[in-house]
């Protein structure tokens, strides 16, 4: 029996740089404001942490289940099951579509975009669209279709 | 990058796990610096054991291939290209080796002899 499964992990260094600028600014600011030394470094720990988990998209997909993730943490990752995508398809993204802008607006929109690129988009049974920066999307598509295939049959 | 296990392989489930990290640093799918998803997130996509997926990060390590660090989960080490392509050339030999009735301290002073001649 063969088992496949395919991950990948994203990192955008950009959101990592702004994040520790945007840091030394912040932490710079409130140090010139009077601030109190714990002040600080908690300003720049809340920045620097925010950015590294804004920074990281994690996607592993098997015949059965989909994990996603934003950020580094292995708490924060969400499972679906693979019967519960509609549809599924790749896309490449723009710089202006990685922040929201120029795509279709829908109620329910999870996007995990964090490089322009190729993109894993996939739509769910309740009509939750979501989009998942990877590297190799035709990969976690063949897996999905594998899945969703086996499921028919099992109908 | 994809995983591909066969549990009919008389090959262990860790061992394999290994083999496809060392495929893919070789074939250039995962770079140096690129992370590995957790032992556990592996482990359940690959419906295998979670320690099955840490023993084959831990081998990986001890190879040099991977780096482990603390709150940044697994990494590719950044001299692991090298280090993975001749780790595949060297088990393919050693599993030559053996079906030919060499024993591995016989091939290496084979390769010492061959590196003597050559330098």
């Known amino acids: 029996m063969n088992r496949k499964a395919y991950t990948s992990t994203v990192v ?8 520790s600028v945007l840091a ?6 409130v140090f010139a404001r009077g601030g109190r030394i714990w002040l600080v470094a908690l300003s720049v720990v809340l920045i620097a942490v ?8 994690r996607l592993g997909v098997n015949a059965e289940q989909i994990i996603v993730s934003q950020g580094p943490f292995v708490l924060s990752a969400r499972v679906m099951d693979v019967s519960s995508v509609v549809e599924a398809t790749r896309v490449d993204v723009g710089w202006a579509q990685v922040f929201g802008i120029g795509v279709p607006w829908h109620w329910r929109t999870s996007r995990l ?4 690129g190729p993109t894993l988009s996939l ?18 598509l063949r897996l999905l279709d594998t899945g969703r ?3 028919d049959q099992q109908q | 990058m994809l995983w591909n296990l066969d549990s009919r392989s008389s090959s262990p489930l860790h061992e394999q796990i290994a083999a496809n990290v ?16 957790p032992a556990g997130e592996l482990a359940a996509l690959l419906q295998v054991n979670a320690n099955t997926a840490l023993a084959a990060y831990r081998r990986l390590r001890t190879e040099g291939i991977l780096e482990f660090r603390r709150g940044r989960g697994v990494r590719v080490r950044a001299d692991s290209q090298a280090l993975s392509s001749v780790t595949i050339v060297v088990r393919e030999l050693l599993e030559l080796g053996r079906k030919q009735g060499y024993t591995a301290s016989e091939l290496a002073q084979l390769v010492a002899a061959f590196g003597a001649k050559q330098s």
């Not at chain 1, 925010?50 to 998209?57: D, E, K, N, P, W």
């Not at chain 1, 009509?127 to 590297?135: K, L, V």
């Not at chain 2, 060392?22 to 998803?37: N, Q, S």
Request: avoid cysteine; glycine fraction near 12%.
């Open chain 1, 123 to 140: 739509r769910l049974v309740g009509g939750e669209r979501i989009s998942i920066s990877t590297s190799d999307p035709g990969a976690a």
């Open chain 1, 24 to 29: 030394v600014l912040v932490g710079t600011f």
């Open chain 2, 22 to 37: 060392r495929r893919a640093i070789a074939d250039g799918v995962l770079e140096p610096g690129e992370r590995l998803p």
């Open chain 1, 50 to 57: 925010s950015a590294v988990y804004l920074s990281t998209v």
């Open chain 1, 113 to 116: 975009t964090v490089r322009p």
């Open chain 1, 149 to 151: 295939k086996h499921d």
């Open chain 1, 12 to 19: 955008a260094p950009i959101h990592v740089a702004i994040g």
